[in-house]
């Protein structure tokens, strides 16, 4: 990472970047830019959460220890930035604004909850949760201070204006104004909004597209109904329902892990299912729409205690929803929320243990219960299994599979091969896989029912039944 960050024209900027084993920045914290007489004090903050987050967990030292933090220390995080910003009050700028990736309100760090340990700051540029978002937070001193998002994709183009009096303006702008030299620039329609481009860019574009097309617009399926995993128009990643519950688009996906490589078990985590996937001929592209990581499928052989380990650690955020949470093939279990969950993390948001009672309870692992000591395979993706959104109970196991899918590959010929490219109507309703807040049914109640229904359909085996109780 430090090679590839000295070829970089255009330079990163990252206050909490960190080198664990000597306490030094990968990048500089803050940049000055100077606008007309002004200078504005730009300093760059990644959420503390990139460790669990992202692949950079993987990364490490030759005697085992990670190589990056992210000052997931709270009160470290907000000294160091405020360090930062006096620094740069004292170098002269007029204005410090904070740009962050990390957002509002919805995970254990927040922009806003940040915010409010500081004083000295502008204005806040967000990112991170997808939202959009043009308002304002209190700082330290109670002060209101401008905080925006711009949502994901080029929903937006967000706008901050300085004005002369030292008043803060911000917009977000979803409409591209038509140029005033329309010379090398067309009209076009894209995400259901017209779009004024650039000629050239979007001939060069459309050229990859192109390129790669009858590859990726071949049919490899078909559909007659709709999977369809966040609201309609809604591009915020936490309304996501493969985050927080079981959906149709996870089973389909997970029973791809499962099938493709002939495992036990399958753990999809429902961060990595990223969009709808419509009725009507399935391409290659609608699969890559929905999977677009390629993380490579493996199968580890683990124990069950770990398999019950990472359930419990997938529902642990529940109500809320998360990234890891489960979505599974050759499992069903139960999930009881009206309790605080007793999984135990690291600062960096890490698993360590379940510290106390379990939400999870009745899982079966293919309609057989679950056996703490005994071995299963495991199809999921390298990110999970080595550790991605905090599944560190998979790390001591060995790989048996490598598969040569990726997930996005695997969710592909599952439908064309597997599923003889017709996705059938079952996966258009839910299996019961997941079942949050509903009593698991009592076996000795249903043996007992059982034999009342047999008894009841053979009236002679009742007779006898009476006469021996006489």
């Not at 085992?64 to 160091?80: A, I, M, Q, V």
């Not at 509002?104 to 700051?121: A, F, M, Q, R």
Request: with cysteine; glycine share 6%.
């Amino acid at each position: 990472m430090h090679n590839l960050n000295s070829k970089m024209t255009p330079k990163y900027i990252s206050l909490n970047t960190i080198y664990r084993k000597n306490k030094t920045r990968l990048f500089n914290p803050s940049q000055i830019v100077e606008a007309g007489e002004k200078k504005i004090g730009f300093i760059g903050i990644v959420t503390p959460l990139t460790f669990s987050k992202t692949y950079i967990s993987t990364l490490k030292e030759s005697d085992g220890t990670p190589t990056y933090n992210f000052l997931s220390d709270k009160t470290e995080l907000y000294s160091s930035i405020q360090e930062e910003i006096d620094k740069l009050k004292k170098e002269g700028v007029d204005y410090v604004i904070l740009l962050t990736h990390i957002g509002k309100d919805i995970e254990e760090y927040t922009s806003n909850d940040i915010l409010s340990h500081l004083n000295g700051v502008d204005a806040v540029l967000d990112g991170h949760t997808h939202k959009v978002y043009n308002t304002t937070s209190k700082d330290k001193d109670n002060k209101d201070i401008h905080m925006a998002q711009t949502g994901t994709k080029l929903a937006n183009i967000g706008q901050l204006i300085i004005k002369e009096d030292g008043t803060i303006l911000s917009e977000n702008i979803a409409e591209v104004p038509e140029p005033k030299d329309k010379n090398g620039a067309k009209q076009l329609t894209r995400s259901k909004a017209d779009r004024w481009v650039d000629t050239e860019m979007n001939d060069f574009i459309n050229g990859i597209h192109e390129k790669y097309a009858d590859e990726l617009n071949t049919p490899i399926g078909h559909s007659d109904y709709d999977f369809i995993i966040r609201p309609e128009d809604n591009s915020d990643s936490h309304t996501i329902y493969c985050r927080y519950k079981e959906c149709t688009l996870g089973n389909l996906a997970a029973d791809a892990f499962r099938e493709v490589v002939n495992s036990d078990i399958s753990y999809v985590n429902g961060g990595g299912i990223r969009t709808n996937l419509l009725k009507g001929d399935i391409t290659r592209k609608n699969i890559i729409d929905v999977m677009p990581f390629f993380n490579s499928l493996y199968v580890k052989e683990i124990t069950g205690e770990a398999f019950l380990d990472a359930l419990e650690f997938g529902v642990s955020k529940l109500p809320n929803a998360f990234g890891g949470f489960p979505q599974v093939s050759g499992c069903s279990f139960y999930v009881n929320t009206s309790f605080n969950s007793t999984v135990e993390t690291d600062s960096d948001g890490m698993f360590i243990k379940v510290g106390g009672k379990r939400r999870v309870s009745n899982v079966k692992i293919n309609g057989k219960p679950l056996n703490l000591t005994q071995k299963y395979n495991l199809s999921a993706s390298e990110y999970i299994l080595n550790g991605g959104d905090g599944f560190t109970m998979f790390s001591q196991f060995p790989v048996v599979n490598e598969s040569i899918f990726a997930d996005s590959d695997a969710l592909s010929y599952y439908i064309q091969y597997n599923l003889k490219e017709k996705i059938p109507s079952n996966y258009q309703e839910l299996q019961d896989r997941i079942n949050i807040d509903e009593e698991p049914e009592d076996e000795d109640i249903n043996k007992i029912e059982a034999i009342g229904k047999f008894l009841k359909r053979n009236k002679k085996y009742l007779a006898l039944l009476f006469l021996i109780l006489m």
